[in-house]
């Protein structure tokens, strides 16, 4: 089983519309989690954390179930501008990240 | 600017041809590491490095050489690249006391 799994997708979602990814991840002694986005051949960058009580930034919200080992991204009212790959990443052990495959959004008129 | 460098952005070469890829930040972070990015494989880790003169292995190691002389640069060597080799390289760093990575521009490297 891989430490971080997704779907890669892609969710092809039309505007405005409300989209959700799920990432499980295996080692229950995992730390930290957090959402990247990755545009095409750019580098990741840090989209939000996920906290256990969960946390909102603008259209998007991000949980964390630590019993079921899942974390989510929820994104409201999607732009063409969020089109791009979200990569779930967990915190273990000597602040090692490990980076799920990432699951590509496509945002349509 | 805080920032991770990484030079050079693009390069072709040949098998066998020694290659060192540059990385360098400018936010004092302890932790520095290298990534390669393939497809359906998502981003795995190379080497990373706690501090200068602490190197320890990632998940595919193999093939690769690191060293952290100094705390803002971290290159990566290819002592004797081979096809396999071709990827997306991106170099990171963080602060050890808060995992948000930050990452250089990515390498994009061919090996013919």
């Known amino acids: 089983r891989k430490e971080v799994e997704q779907d890669p997708g892609p969710f092809n979602v039309p505007e405005g519309a409300t989209v959700a990814f799920n990432c499980t991840y295996s080692n229950s002694a995992s730390q930290s989690f957090f959402w990247y986005r990755q545009d095409c051949r750019k580098e990741p960058k840090l989209l939000m954390s996920?906290?256990?009580s969960g946390n909102e930034d603008g259209r998007f919200t991000a949980q964390l179930n630590r019993a079921s080992q899942y974390i989510s991204l929820l994104i409201r009212d999607s732009k063409l501008s969020d089109s791009a790959t979200y990569l779930c990443v967990v915190t273990g052990t000597a602040s090692k990240l490990t980076f799920g495959t990432g699951t590509r959004l496509q945002v349509t008129l | 600017e805080a920032q991770v460098t990484q030079n050079p952005r693009y390069l072709i070469t040949v098998t066998g041809k020694k290659l060192t890829v540059t990385c360098s930040q400018n936010?004092?972070?302890?932790?520095m590491s290298w990534y390669r990015q393939d497809p359906g494989l998502g981003l795995r880790q190379i080497y990373y490095s706690m501090n200068v003169e602490v190197t320890d292995k990632g998940d595919v190691p193999e093939g690769y050489k690191v060293s952290r002389k100094e705390k803002r640069n971290f290159p990566l060597i290819l002592e004797s690249p081979s096809p396999n080799q071709t990827s997306l390289y991106f170099c990171a760093s963080h602060r050890l006391s808060y995992n948000e990575q930050f990452f250089g521009p990515g390498t994009r490297l061919t090996v013919l």
């Open positions: 996920v906290y256990s």
């Open positions: 936010m004092n972070h302890e932790y």
